[in-house]
């Protein structure tokens, strides 16, 4: 099933590291959920479900790193996290 969903989870993801970084949470939540996933539905192209952005970018190793070196592990800083390690590369 994962292989079923990875064109969709891709696509949101790759779509969060180009256009997301500037904005704030709620919106970055409200535009992922609202608009590109329920557009994917509509659409029919396969997604997970429930989708996790910070489970396909980063793991829990990576995450309790950056707590340790101050990050605080809330949703918000877990995706600046995101953004500073994957969409500097």
Known sequence: QDYVNLLGDCLVTSSF?????????????????????ADQREKKIPLSEPFNLTSLLTSDVEIIQWAS?????????????????RASS
């Open 69 to 85: 070196e101050g990050l605080p592990s809330d949703d918000l800083s877990v995706q600046n996290g995101i953004l500073s390690t």
């Open 17 to 37: 590291l180009s256009y997301l970084g500037a904005f704030s949470f709620d919106f970055r939540k409200r535009l992922m959920d609202d608009r590109w996933q």
